[in-house]
């Protein structure tokens, strides 16, 4: 899934939860911080 269809999911679902864009921004950098995580945690693992 590329970053742009993340951030549309999740404007779906902060819209259909009738909040405000801040609810989306803080949505995606808490996806993209997992995401980051995990990445980090599978280099360690390759490396």
Do not use: D, I
């Not at 009738?18 to 390759?46: D, H, I």
């Amino acid at each position: 899934m590329g970053r742009a269809e993340l951030s549309k999911e999740f404007a779906l679902v902060a819209h259909s939860l009738g909040r405000g864009p801040e609810t989306v921004v803080l949505s995606c950098s808490f996806a993209y911080e997992k995401v980051l995580r995990k990445m980090r945690q599978e280099w360690r693992n390759l490396l």
